[in-house]
């Protein structure tokens, strides 16, 4: 029968958070689960203890609880974490669906301040119970609008181990399609308020050789809206040199980081319980044929960090051939590193050590029996040839010196998550034992191996460019700009994004959006770029930090292929015909900005204006309560930004200060927030939804719906509409969704 079968205690497993195995109808038989050559494998690498086995297969052959993170940067989490805490989990925590008991979501014990959650209901269950339906929309649009991630519960350990901080530099390597990246974003911005983001000095680059997944970092980005982010599109294993100054030819004038996060691609075969077609295709050549990519990316990341910097490696494979040979091989290859003991970091969280022995094969057709490497090629000498297994597939001599050890390992039944790895590495100049300084070479490799492998290191790439640390002074050798990625989309195309160009602080456009929401002159105005060669305001301004200008200004941005860089700021309001100011703030800036907000041109509303606001379409100023009438007849046509203090009215909350962007036509003035972030705000304050607008009516209805006669907001709406105010669809342009990325959202809960 294709139902989970209770797993009485399976070592460790269903900690914190019961299994509703009665409710597992969408498990696809457990019988199709099966490969012989994986069990074989991982066998005879005695991956854990016999008794172990069946709780680990049992785990691997079971779906994935669904897990989220509440974004950590802004305050805004804490508040919703009490939400969730004291007002969700106590709506779920008696629901029966079918005469059966449903679990309520629980905290991931290991994740600091409770801010990670977990809850195991089947999809069907989902849509029909009517309390989880509510939580499970409350999900999505928090989702949507940056302040819930959904993510798989082991994704979150690299970054939490790379502790960022608003002053690194920092690298994803390989980031997209970016939920760790959304972490880091968070560290970096650890001192946002619950209303303003704060401009770190750091920064961080997020890397993918995928040029369309890149574009999902970018939407990444726009829900945590960074003027210290900035994405590239290259080949990690190879990635440039870049310039911090354009003059300069110092060799000291190169970015360097103090943090770098290799997720590296893999076989992924810890994802088995969501990826169920691995069962099909497993064999151990999948991991062969990537420890070089691996190995690569990792030693150019250990060329381009800081004395006391500190690199993550991390893939979702078991596979010792993708994750402790590769650890070892990079050490061997950079003695100046070493792994950091982190057993005492996530005390909650259950592990095993990284492992010091493993038995490589390139047997793509073992079955029930392991064959070794030396028996696959004795049997088959021509298939030997073409397997490209290198000393470093092999456990090094010194594993007990690498302490290997220190690695971590997550297996899906220690916590009922997905199987993991991860390193954490760090480079300190004072250690450097003498055992690593005798390189493994093809000599001290048994001679068995000798005589059936490939007698071949990964090359190191040739040196076209040279680093130097800027703290130790000290050359950190080679950049290559050959290739070598291994089926990278960024290698050889070419770069047909626009360039960046600042504007000048003179330049009438900024100028007029810094006088409209009467900046103070803190405001960076230096800072603000815009995306076309003659540097003309088209649509939209962008604000960076001061190390991401400095960037752009020293390098060539298509040799860097520099894909995003800072965050949207203001943005032209196209069909706002008769008002002075073309220029509006975005709700994602509107954090950015606010610090330098002179605070006299906020204006101030009460939840019974915001709720007016939420609820409707371009309502008109002559609809809002009689004392507010004077206020908005007063404000200027254009951009303005209002303020909602917290406040209590029935039954709906605002627990703390809500800004917005107002834009004020001829006689109605509209919230200027996407569709998408509307709906989350009415959810989290009123508990109900934003009905829809009359041109969801129209697009819902065959043959296009009328709206009702006599409906206020819906004529309102219609009439703002014939005369141009174009409000929603310009914002939603603005959202630059594309249909992949758009999926990605609507699939992520
Ligand atoms: C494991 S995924 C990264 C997941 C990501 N860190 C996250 O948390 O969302 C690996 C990524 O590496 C990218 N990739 C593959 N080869 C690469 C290379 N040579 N350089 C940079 N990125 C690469 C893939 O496009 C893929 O997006």
């Not at 990519?293 to 494979?317: D, E, F, P, W």
Request: charged share 25%; with cysteine.
């Amino acid at each position: 029968m294709g139902r989970g079968r209770k797993r009485g205690g399976r070592g460790g497993g269903g900690r914190g958070n019961p299994k509703p195995d009665e409710y597992r109808t969408d498990l696809i038989e457990k019988s199709d689960m099966k490969n012989e050559r994986f069990f074989a494998y991982y066998k005879a690498q005695k991956i854990i203890p016999d008794e172990e086995w069946e709780d680990f297969l049992d785990a691997f052959r079971t779906p994935l609880p669904t897990t989220f993170r509440v974004a950590g940067s802004r305050q805004i989490a804490k508040s919703l974490n009490e939400t969730i805490k004291n007002v969700h989990v106590p709506l779920l925590s008696n629901v029966t669906f079918e005469d059966q008991k449903l679990p309520p979501p629980v905290q991931l014990p290991w994740y600091p301040d409770g801010l990670a959650w977990q809850f195991n209901i089947p999809k069907k269950v989902l849509r029909k119970s009517p309390e989880f339906k509510k939580f499970h929309s409350f999900l999505v649009f928090e989702t949507e609008v940056g302040n819930i991630s959904r993510q798989e519960a082991v994704s979150m350990l690299p970054p939490l181990l790379l502790e960022v901080e608003p002053h690194h530099t920092v690298m994803d390597m390989c980031a997209a399609p970016g939920s760790k990246t959304a972490q880091l974003l968070e560290a970096l911005h650890a001192q946002d308020t619950l209303t303003s983001t704060s401009i770190p000095s750091g920064l961080l680059v997020a890397n993918d050789s995928d040029y369309k997944r890149t574009h999902l970092l970018i939407h990444q980005s726009a829900r945590l809206p960074s003027p210290a982010f900035m994405v590239t599109n290259l080949d990690a294993s190879n990635y440039p040199s870049i310039k911090l100054s354009a003059s300069s030819t110092s060799r000291k004038e190169q970015l360097l980081f103090d943090r770098i996060l290799c997720d590296v691609p893999c076989s992924g075969d810890g994802t088995l319980r969501k990826n169920i077609g691995i069962w099909k295709h497993w064999q151990p050549n999948d991991g062969n044929g990537l420890h070089g990519l691996q190995l690569r990316i990792l030693q150019r990341a250990m060329k381009m960090l800081k004395s006391n910097g500190r690199i993550v490696y991390s893939t979702c494979s078991i596979n010792p051939v993708e994750n402790e040979a590769v650890i070892a091989a990079a050490l061997e290859s950079n003695p100046e590193y070493h792994l950091v003991d982190v057993s005492s970091n996530l005390p909650e969280l259950n592990r095993r050590p990284g492992m010091i022995s493993w038995r490589p094969t390139a047997d793509k057709f073992i079955s029930s029996t392991y064959q070794t490497y030396e028996a696959f090629v004795a049997a088959d000498p021509q298939a030997a040839t073409s397997t490209k297994l290198t000393p470093g597939h092999w456990p090094p001599p010194n594993a007990h010196e690498l302490k290997l050890e220190r690695c971590m390992r997550i297996y899906p039944h220690l916590q009922d998550s997905g199987g993991f790895f991860v390193a954490v590495l760090e480079r300190k100049l004072t250690e450097v034992p003498q055992i690593r300084e005798k390189k493994r070479t093809i000599e001290n490799v048994e001679t068995s191996e000798l005589e059936t492998k490939k007698p071949r290191l990964e090359s190191e790439p040739e040196t076209s460019d040279t680093l130097v640390d800027p703290v130790s002074g000290v050359d950190v050798k080679s950049v290559t700009q050959e290739g070598g990625g291994g089926g990278t989309s960024s290698g050889n195309g070419s770069f047909k994004e626009m360039p960046y160009t600042f504007l000048s602080p003179r330049d009438p456009a900024l100028l007029s959006c810094i006088s409209r929401l009467r900046l103070t002159s803190e405001f960076p105005s230096s800072n603000v770029l815009v995306r076309n060669p003659e540097g003309d305001v088209v649509r939209s301004m962008y604000l960076t930090n001061d190390l991401i200008k400095q960037i752009i200004l020293a390098n060539d941005f298509t040799k860097i292929r520099l894909t995003a860089a800072g965050t949207k700021v203001f943005t032209k309001q196209e069909g706002g015909k008769g008002v002075e100011a073309q220029y509006r703030i975005l709700g994602e800036g509107l954090p950015v900005v606010l610090p330098y907000t002179d605070s006299t041109s906020i204006v101030n509303g009460n939840m019974s204006i915001l709720k007016h606001l939420v609820m409707s379409y371009y309502p008109l100023c002559t609809s809002f309560e009689e004392s507010f009438r004077p206020v908005l007849n007063n404000l200027d046509l254009g951009c303005h930004i209002f303020r909602f203090p917290p406040e209590e009215l029935d039954g709906a909350s605002l627990a703390h200060d809500l800004l917005v962007p107002i834009w004020k036509s001829g006689v109605s003035i509209s919230l200027m927030v996407d569709k998408k972030a509307k709906n989350a705000l009415s959810l989290r304050v009123f508990g109900i939804e934003v009905p829809p607008s009359i041109r969801d009516k129209k697009a819902n209805a065959d043959g296009g719906e009328v709206a009702p006669a006599g409906d206020l907001v819906d004529l309102n709406e219609k009439k703002e509409l014939e005369a141009g105010a174009e409000g929603e669809a310009v914002i939603l342009e603005d959202m630059e969704f594309n249909s992949e990325i758009e999926q990605v959202v609507v699939q992520a809960l």
